[in-house]
């Protein structure tokens, strides 16, 4: 079969599972937040914590300690399962340096994918409109906003702890890796079968 369909995914939350180590690493510096206030946006603007100190913990997390990380509930299993016939991209906006952790991660894991697309902190849109995904999953709903109003492409809200209270009022597909699967099994069967769901 010729995988020439592409699924864009984020890491960071989506293939990882970081939170409980960010909410640790934010307690080491001073700050006892819970797994699920562990976003960017919830600790800098909510809770106000320095952005050298959200950034310290971060960096600590996806980089100096990313190999303890846990891997998302199903991430492995759905996506060695997808590569078969699908190309997977992911799609990081970390900093240059630090995306060598991200690849030394997806092999130490065991987790196959075509390639690792950064950003360095830029947005994530000029990538998409190069790979054209069939969709792409992040769990971060303020960069899933910033693409559902361009149009890029069908848009996936992975759902985790730290996104557990957000109101998905733009109506994105949503859920864990078992919920990608089915979608994407759908879509499949759709073009093979020439009908519409």
């Known amino acids: 079969m010729v995988r020439n369909r592409v699924l864009g ?5 989506v293939i990882t599972n970081p939170h409980g180590f960010k909410s640790t690493e934010l307690l080491n510096l001073g700050y006892d937040v819970p797994p699920e206030h562990t976003s960017r946006e919830y600790c800098i603007n909510k ?3 320095p952005l050298s100190v959200y950034e310290l913990a971060t960096y600590n997390v996806n980089v100096v300690g990313l190999l303890d990380v846990p891997l998302a509930k199903n991430s492995k299993k759905v996506i060695n399962k997808l590569y078969k016939n699908i190309m997977i991209f992911i799609i990081t906006s970390r900093k240059n340096d630090e995306v060598v952790a991200v690849k030394e991660y997806l092999k130490e894991k065991e987790i196959k994918y075509d390639r690792v697309y950064n950003t360095n902190r830029g947005p994530k849109l000029n990538i998409l409109f190069r790979i054209k995904p069939i969709i792409f999953v992040d769990d971060t709903p303020i960069k899933l906003q910033e693409l559902n109003d361009l149009n ?3 848009l996936f809200l992975f759902r985790n702890v730290a996104n557990q209270y957000y109101m998905n009022d733009a109506g994105w597909r949503e859920g864990g890796w078992d919920r990608i699967h089915s979608w994407l099994l759908s879509k499949r069967l759709e073009k093979e079968g020439g009908q519409k769901r």
């Open 9 to 13: 995914l984020d890491f960071d939350g």
């Open 47 to 49: 809770l106000r914590i």
């Open 152 to 154: 890029t492409c069908p």
